[in-house]
Structure formats: structure tokens, C-alpha cells
């Protein structure tokens, strides 16, 4: 099992560009979020999903967009790229509620 | 706003001694305390957990203190080895989706 996987693992990005993280799993997982990463700030939840068809805002959703036509894949879109979207990016998915979360091993971003 | 306050940074430990790393939260309705470790260049990973009508749990070397009054909790490890070198994270779960992490501690085991 590959778990969770993350695309691409770095990605340099002009200001005003617009992106997609690609993100899958193979444990048939309902559960889906994406977290960012910043030092000294711990992981901060973007988006999450809860089956095919279902997403809701987290705590710094804006400047992104997701869907979720698939139980497996989770893209998380970056529009209008600004530099305090520079981070690392993290999906992750749980079988059922937020107990234990699957992490991929992060997709690096940076806005210049 | 940090939910979970978490705290050393970063810690140097030598190899055999004790890791200390404590949170604190103000959140009564959190229900799940876990832990994650997270090694450079991977994404955390779940290491230990416990529930707030427990006090203490304990899975080899690592140990979580749970203080409900305080509304604190630390991780311990024991016997630290360089293979622990690491960053951890605490956590705490609020509802059935958002789990609210800590800042984070960097430990470095001296060999």
C-alpha cells in the first residue's frame, strides 16, 4: 500500500500563478484534509472532506479551493499564487473522525 | 491564536536521558490528546494518544502525562536515543474533524 501521495514534492511559483497539489489514497479512507505547515507554528488545517462530493472550510482557507469527485483524490487549487502562501503542504486522510491521520510526506511550495 | 500551547522549541537531550515536552490548552471540550512525530523531509506520524479520563499511558519508551485540572499534558521519553531525534507535535481534538496542533519541539539526541 502506498498510502497517502503527494504531487509535486517542490514547486517554485511566480506571484498571480495558479496551481493544483494532487493528492491520493489507497486505504478507501472517508476522511481527507489538507494541512499547512509553517516554522514554529504547527499545522493549520485548510480544507477537509468527508466522502465524494462533501468539503468544508478549515481555519486559512482563503487563497485556496479544493473538490472531491473521488473517495481516493483530493486536489487542493491555489489560485492568484501570493508570497504567505509559501509552506509546506500536507494531505492527510482518516478512516473515520480525526483520530489517527495518514499523512503524505508533504509538498513544498514557494512564491517568489 | 495557538489552541494548544506547546513548549520547549527545541531540546537537546544526551543519549539515555529523559525528553520532557508539555502542552497546555484552555479548550474543555477537547476530547483526544495525541502525539505525532515527524521526521525531516516526511509528514507525522501518530506516536502515542490518550483520552482526558486517563492519566497516563505509556507504549515503550514513551509516556503521556495527562493533567485534567491543569488542562495539561506532556510527553516523555525515556532512554532517548538519536533514533528519536525529531520534531513533535501535540494535539487535541475538538470535534469529529479539527484536530488543533501545538507549535511543535524540535529534540536532538546527542550520541
Known amino acids: 500500500n502506498a498510502g497517502v501521495t503527494q504531487t509535486p514534492k517542490f514547486r517554485i511559483l511566480k506571484i498571480g500563478q495558479s496551481m493544483t497539489l494532487q493528492c491520493t489514497q489507497d486505504m478507501n479512507h472517508n476522511y481527507m484534509y489538507w494541512y499547512r505547515q509553517d516554522p514554529g507554528m504547527g499545522l493549520k488545517l485548510i480544507y477537509y472532506?468527508?466522502?465524494?462530493?462533501?468539503?468544508d472550510k478549515g481555519e486559512v482557507p482563503n487563497g485556496y479551493n479544493v473538490s472531491r469527485s473521488t473517495t481516493e483524490d483530493f486536489p487542493l487549487r491555489l489560485e492568484l499564487a501570493a508570497p504567505s502562501q509559501t509552506s509546506v503542504y500536507f494531505c492527510a486522510s482518516s478512516y473515520v473522525t480525526v483520530g489517527e491521520l495518514f499523512f503524505g510526506e508533504g509538498s513544498r511550495l514557494t512564491v517568489l | 491564536q495557538q489552541q494548544v500551547k506547546q513548549s520547549p522549541q527545541s531540546l537537546i537531550v544526551q543519549k539515555g536521558g529523559i525528553s520532557i515536552i508539555n502542552c497546555a490548552y484552555e479548550?474543555?471540550?477537547?476530547?483526544?490528546f495525541p502525539w505525532y512525530q515527524q521526521f525531516p523531509g516526511k509528514g507525522p506520524a501518530l506516536l502515542i494518544a490518550?483520552?482526558?479520563?486517563?492519566s497516563e499511558k505509556k507504549e515503550g519508551r514513551f509516556t503521556i502525562s495527562f493533567n485534567k485540572s491543569a488542562k495539561q499534558f506532556s510527553l516523555h521519553i525515556m532512554d532517548s536515543q538519536p533514533g528519536d531525534s525529531a520534531t513533535y507535535f501535540c494535539a487535541a481534538r475538538l470535534n469529529d474533524y479539527k484536530l488543533s496542533f501545538g507549535a511543535g519541539t524540535t529534540v536532538t539526541v546527542r550520541a
Open positions: 490518550i483520552r482526558p479520563d486517563v
Open positions: 479548550n474543555t471540550a477537547f476530547d483526544y
Open positions: 472532506s468527508v466522502g465524494a462530493g462533501i468539503t
